[in-house]
Nanobody, 125 residues
Framework: QVQLVESGGGLVQAGGSLRLSCAASGRTFSRYSTGWFRQAPGKEREFVAVISWNGGITDYGDSVKGRFTISRDNAKNTVYLHMNSLKPEDTAVYYC??????????????????WGQGTQVTVSS
């Protein structure tokens, strides 16, 4: 079974950049798509980005398109979320997740069953 650990969160000024990492344990990680979601206080979990098992397909939430980029390095069992031009409304806990079946890809949080513990991103104005 895959286990996920996020890192790279922190405090950044508006307009700044951060790179989040999602490190996976488990030999079959390279067969799973991986998604990033975020949740701000008092709000529902929101889809941010997803990448297919081989990196050939990516998709983004409307609020982050053109600013965030998802990538993966299967040799390192790691998925990254590069966040540029950060805004205060990007403040949230960011989670990475994988679906239960090999090769599935989705933008719905209900389709993911393994989640990391989350990493806090705070963007000051």
């Amino acid at each position: 079974q895959v286990q996920l650990v996020e890192s790279g969160g922190g405090l950044v000024q508006a307009g700044g950049s951060l790179r989040l990492s999602c490190a996976a344990s488990g030999r079959t990680f390279s067969r799973y798509s991986t998604g990033w979601f975020r949740q701000a206080p008092g709000k529902e979990r929101e889809f941010v980005a997803v990448i297919s098992w081989n990196g050939g397909i990516t998709d983004y939430g409307d609020s982050v398109k053109g600013r965030f980029t998802i990538s993966r390095d299967n040799a390192k069992n790691t998925v990254y979320l590069h966040m540029n031009s950060l805004k205060p409304e990007d403040t949230a806990v960011y989670y990475c997740a994988t679906p239960p079946r090999f090769y599935d890809i989705s933008t719905r949080s209900d389709d993911f069953d393994i989640w990391g513990q989350g990493t806090q991103v705070t963007v000051s104005s």
